[in-house]
């Protein structure tokens, strides 16, 4: 019964931090997105047109 609680909460840990290295992950790449397009505003303001 011990090892079932011992690799529950194993796995509960590596859940957690998969989840945190995940959003972790996800904001690095706002800020690297975010700090790409301040770079380059032009490319940010292009209209799209739905003409085509």
Known sequence: MRGME???TRQEENEEMINMNIKQFIEATRQY???MAAAQPAL???PLSGDR
């Open 6 to 8: 011992v690799s529950q």
């Open 44 to 46: 940010v303001s292009i």
């Open 33 to 35: 997105l975010f700090d």
